[in-house]
């Protein structure tokens, strides 16, 4: 069983960058789809972004498409968010998800997820 930790949320300007982190313990991330999902206070939680084992292929939301990037480095068994051009609209608690059976999967087929970290655009 994985353990996924989420780091680099913060309080930012608009305009600004951050970069997420998703450390896993427990297993090889290789052997995992990776993704990313933010949940707003009074909102459902919606995909952002979703990476395939190896990297090679990843799928963005309409809403962050062209400002964030989703990247992985299996030798660290991290997943990385770069998240360019912040709005306010982007703040929402982040949170990494794993899944051996794909990766451009519904929220509810993800099986693993971590605690989450708190992103705070400012205007």
């Known amino acids: 069983q994985v353990q996924l930790v989420e780091s680099g949320g913060g309080l930012v300007q608009a305009g600004g960058s951050l970069r997420l982190s998703c450390a896993a313990s427990?297993?090889?991330?290789?052997?995992?789809?990776m993704g990313w999902f933010r949940q707003a206070p009074g909102k459902e939680r919606e995909f952002v972004a979703g990476?395939?084992?190896?990297?090679?292929?990843?799928s963005y939301g309409d809403s962050v498409k062209g400002r964030f990037t989703i990247s992985r480095d299996n030798t660290k068994n991290t997943v990385y968010l770069q998240m360019n051009s912040l709005k306010p609209e982007d703040t929402a608690v982040y949170y990494c998800?794993?899944?051996?059976?794909?990766?451009?999967?519904?929220?509810?087929?993800?099986?693993?997820w971590g605690q989450g970290t708190q992103v705070t655009v400012s205007s």
């Open positions: 998800a794993a899944e051996t059976t794909g990766w451009g999967l519904p929220r509810n087929k993800w099986g693993y």
């Open positions: 427990g297993r090889n991330l290789n052997t995992y789809g």
């Open positions: 990476v395939n084992r190896s990297g090679g292929s990843t």
